[in-house]
């Protein structure tokens, strides 16, 4: 043996000595004797701190008796990693997703359908509201399970509404009243009378714009009695779009669309006290049940009410409502192991444990007294109630939502702007997501053509 | 011969980690990515051959013209934007001043705060309310000052603007530079008569230019990369009427938000080709501007 051999042989062997005495050992927490099963979420924080607390105790308990141990992780970007992980055959065994995402991802085969599951482990699925069992199912199949859902509605501030002269028990019941309220409510500061250009928005009234706090760009149309969704097309270019963006246009015409764009620049974050709304230079908020934590933090003093959002007529009020869900991926390894922690989770008196520490409504028919009585939002009985009205809305079950949501963000923008005529706008929308929803379709079709000639990829819907 | 058989299969293996690296992390992949783009493929069904589909498409697609001319843009602006102001701080940087090494730490700094932290620190820093960019401004009597990241105007020359924040790396390679430029060099040229102006103009900026032009190569790379600002400051949205939505952006949202991986893959193909057409054209157009030293 020379000297280069004995070099080449320490430069490889050493480093593998030094992984094999110091390297990554199995995880010290995890009892010797129990299988794991991986756990993704994107929560972190309280709300992380809320699901591990939960998963700690199964671990104790019915993880035990079954010999089970779920491993929780919080991840960034969970729904992108938890793909690419069921694309490479390595998916976790649980994964907590945005509900956006069922459509798409059941559609593409990542998710495993679980109404046989749920058959075999007997949840009851007629003990959830039926929009949330509605939100979990795609094309007629079971995808997802509820976790921690919530609705939308209008929150509006009760001292403003006062100063305003504006009655704070008799929130707007319509959107043309909303817009009659918001310009009541916003105040403007003259600089120079000279100089109209220079005067400011201090207090406006209602915005709908993404840049202050409007999180989603696409609902108005829903308000005005028109969905986006039928099932097979993208139903944008009707009546009931054309009269959302009148509706929004009008009030920024109003109140000087400049002047709006101004204020809006200003907005901070949700979770700080350069919220627009805790701060009380934005009179009313389209807004879900965890404003309250924020509102409790950085503005405890704020005077607030909660009402349905206003619909074009009041007797169809319409109500938004979304959440997150638990899924078990196309591949996962352990699907009947994770059923059983799902199932632990959807106890009733667990799951609006999470949703009570989320912030968050009760996926349940009828919550348990406890619910409210100990909810950290003092108005989270009408969120509630909302989410059982037959007029609630989830988003539109699209496998191409994705491209939808951006292009509806784009014609939004460039409306609230100026920079595009609405109808010529709204056209274009809707002629760029039929091209996509074609070519999906085409393609799909094309795919399911010639399944048999190709290896390797499973079936629509695929089982594990 | 056998010793020479041997000679290779030696070199070949201790040349392993780097050629297996190369095959398996990055020809291979560069292959597969070249065969996707001539299919369609959402990553969780087998790709489906489609032939020239995905780059026919790319050349009626608006929004990718879009991010295009964004992108041509922001290079064009920042790059030599970027060059003159590293070249002019790296020379006062050059100079014997009291506090030398303190002011090279301050311009080099930035460049080690993470993209995403710097983002949010430029969020506030250009929020035309509380910023403090806009507060100066107002001090100044400049009643109605710009809203930064909200105004399409604006928001690619805020960017611009963000983006000079992290000249600190190009400073120190231009640094470096100037400290090979034999001093020689300066005395001829003072005891000719030169000027100081006309000393950084016939013996600093010829002396430099090979430093110039790998800056600039690196500038064009990474300016068809840009990705992590504008997706931080925008918070993931395209900005206003797209005004901040960059090649690499759209290319993301392709792969990983609309699961469109062959139509991703061909814009990267055409991204690398964008890249090292840029790059070639750089290189001849420097023929006669660059100077080697003992060429």
């Known amino acids: 043996m020379n000297i280069r051999s004995i070099i080449l042989g320490l430069v490889l062997g050493l480093p593998a000595v030094g992984l094999l005495i110091f390297g990554p050992r199995g995880r010290p927490d995890v009892p010797p004797d129990r299988t794991v099963i991986r756990y993704w979420e994107k929560w972190t924080g309280v709300e992380g701190a809320a699901m591990q607390r939960i998963v700690d105790r199964f671990n104790a308990t019915v993880g035990a008796a079954h010999g089970f141990w779920v491993d929780y992780q919080a991840l960034g970007d969970v729904d992108k990693r938890m793909l690419i992980a069921a694309a490479g055959g390595d998916p976790p065994d649980v994964a907590g997703l945005p509900d956006r995402f069922v459509p798409p991802y059941a559609d593409q085969g990542a998710l495993r359908p679980l109404d046989d599951l749920a058959d075999e482990f007997g949840l009851d699925l007629d003990a959830f509201k039926p929009i949330w069992l509605d939100i979990c199912r795609f094309d007629g199949k079971l995808y997802a399970l509820p976790s921690t859902p919530y609705t939308i509605a209008l929150y509006y501030n009760r001292k403003l509404f006062r100063d305003a002269g504006l009655d704070p028990a008799r929130p707007p019941q319509t959107t043309a009243e909303l817009n009659e309220y918001a310009r009541r409510l916003t105040r403007v500061e003259v600089n120079d009378p000279q100089d109209p250009g220079d005067d400011r928005i ?57 002047r709006v764009l101004q204020f809006e620049g200003t ?41 349905p959002f206003p619909s074009v007529s009041p007797e169809r009020p319409h109500v938004f409502a979304s959440m997150d869900v638990l899924v078990i991926p196309t591949g996962a390894r352990r699907p009947r192991e994770a059923m059983i922690f799902l199932t632990y989770v959807l106890r009733q008196e667990v799951m609006e444990e999470l949703c009570q520490a989320h912030g968050k409504v009760s996926p349940y028919r009828v919550p348990q007294p406890d619910f409210f009585a100990h909810h950290p939002n003092p108005h989270i009985r009408l969120f509630d109630e909302l989410a059982a009205s037959p007029h609630a809305f989830g988003y539109p079950k699209m496998p191409t939502w994705a491209e939808a949501w951006t292009e509806t963000l784009y014609l939004l923008e460039t409306v609230l702007r100026g920079v595009r005529d609405p109808d010529e706008a709204i056209r274009a929308t809707q002629a760029k997501v039929d091209r996509v929803v074609a070519d999906y379709e085409r393609m799909a079709a094309q795919r399911r053509q010639h399944s048999d000639s190709i290896i390797g990829g499973p079936p629509r819907g695929g089982s594990p | 011969m056998r010793s020479g058989r041997q000679s290779l299969l030696t070199g070949l293996l201790w040349t392993a980690p780097w050629w297996l690296g190369f095959l398996l992390l990055l020809a291979g992949p560069m292959a597969l990515s070249l065969y996707i783009s001539f299919c369609d493929y959402p990553l969780l069904q087998p790709p489906v051959f489609v032939g020239g589909a995905n780059y026919k498409q790319l050349v009626g697609d608006p929004v990718f013209h879009k991010a295009v001319a964004n992108t041509v843009v922001y290079a064009a602006l920042a790059i030599p934007l970027g060059t003159v102001f590293a070249v002019l701080l790296a020379v006062l940087l050059n100079r014997r001043v009291r506090g030398q090494a303190l002011f090279r730490a301050c311009v080099f700094v930035p ?36 809203l930064w990241l909200e105004s399409p105007r604006w928001a690619m020359v805020s960017l611009i603007l963000v983006s000079l924040w992290f000249l600190g790396s190009p400073v120190m390679i231009y640094l470096a530079g100037l400290q090979e430029i034999p001093e020689e060099l300066y005395e001829a040229a003072t005891l000719d008569g030169a000027s100081a102006t006309r000393r950084f103009w016939h013996v600093t900026l010829p002396c430099l230019s090979p430093v110039i032009l790998f800056n600039v190569v690196i500038g064009i790379i990474t300016a068809w990369q840009v990705f992590a600002l504008p997706f931080v400051m925008w918070r993931t949205r395209p ?7 960059f090649y690499t952006m759209y290319l993301f949202d392709n792969a990983f938000n609309y699961l469109k991986m062959g139509y991703a893959s061909a814009m990267a193909w055409v991204q690398l080709l964008i890249i090292l057409a840029l790059t070639a054209l750089v290189f001849v157009v420097s023929r006669r501007t660059v100077h080697y030293r003992g060429v």
């Open chain 1, 202 to 258: 201090v207090q406006l009234g209602f915005t709908v714009s993404p840049a202050m706090l409007g999180w989603w760009h696409w609902v108005w149309p829903y308000f005005f009695d028109g969905p986006l969704w039928d099932g097979r097309h993208f139903t944008l270019d009707t009546p009931a779009t054309h009269a959302a963006l009148a509706w929004i246009r009008d009030l920024r015409s109003a109140l000087g669309n400049e």
């Open chain 1, 267 to 307: 907005a901070g974050a949700i979770e700080s006290a350069q919220n627009p709304f805790l701060s009380g230079r934005l009179a009313m908020v389209f807004q879900g049940p965890w404003l309250a934590n924020w509102a409790r933090v950085y503005a405890p003093d704020l005077d607030y009410g909660v009402a």
């Open chain 2, 111 to 146: 460049t080690i705060v993470p993209l995403v932290a710097a983002g949010l620190v430029w969020m506030w820093l250009l929020n035309p309310e509380y910023g403090l960019l806009n507060t100066g401004l107002r001090a100044l009597g400049l009643d109605q000052p710009p």
């Open chain 2, 239 to 245: 900005g206003p009427d797209r005004a901040t939505y």
